[in-house]
T-cell receptor, first 114, second 108 residues
């Protein structure tokens, strides 16, 4: 594809339900990042993948959050038993393996927990 | 540990005035620094990176290792520069760490 694609664009869910957010990175990009963007909080790092492995999961806020990546491509961020404080825009980005090249961002998924 | 600090949440200037968005970092290795920008209703995108030493849209940023800073500057701000600006640090483990961002408003 032309860029990083995220789905859905918007998700409204009831408190307590599970949600899955999907990210399709740019083909050939081995590094994939998930961030959370909340009002007044800036960009909060969640997790980072190099290939299919996640060297750094330190940003996941609780054990309700998990992420996986398969085939070195698509990644899914899963939030179980959603809470209202999970409401935010979830951003995915990808970059080449070569150290510190440009990260390309998706348009984000706006999650609203009601 | 990697850390990026952007001390100003909000910055407001008038059109034609100089603007400086501050960024300080903490990293024990050799850093790669970036500025990303998010215009209203658009994706976050790269503005410039220190290794390129380039000027984009009139913006420049110089890496000062002594002061561990990477401030973004433009001599004459334009209304279209109004956006959210994020400073980012890349470390040897490929992890990108972002600051909390500065919302720049350029008034007419």
């Amino acid at each position: 594809g032309a860029g990083v694609s995220q789905s859905p664009s918007n998700k409204v869910t009831e408190k307590g339900k599970d949600v899955e957010l999907r990210c399709d990175p740019i083909s050939g990009h081995t590094a994939l990042y998930w961030y959370r963007q909340s009002l007044g909080q800036g960009l909060e790092f969640l997790i980072y993948f190099q290939g299919n492995s996640a060297p750094d999961k330190s940003g996941l806020p609780s054990d309700r959050f998990s992420a996986e990546r398969t085939g070195g491509s698509v990644s899914t961020l899963t939030i179980q038993r959603t809470q209202q404080e999970d409401s935010a825009v979830y951003l995915c980005a990808s970059s080449y393996e070569i150290m510190n090249t440009e990260a390309f961002f998706g348009q984000g998924t706006r999650l609203t927990v009601v | 540990a990697q850390r990026v600090t952007q001390p100003e949440k909000l910055l407001s200037v008038f059109k034609g005035a100089p603007v400086e968005l501050k960024c300080n970092y903490s990293y024990s290795g050799s850093p790669e620094l970036f500025w990303y920008v998010q215009y209203s209703r658009q994706r976050l995108q790269l503005l410039l990176r220190h290794i390129s030493r380039e000027s984009i849209k009139g913006f420049t940023a110089d890496l000062n290792k002594g002061e561990t800073s990477f401030h973004l500057k433009k001599p004459f701000a334009q209304e279209e520069d109004s956006a959210m600006y994020y400073c980012a640090l890349g470390g040897s483990n490929y992890k990108l760490t972002f600051g909390k961002g500065t919302l720049l408003t350029v008034n007419p």
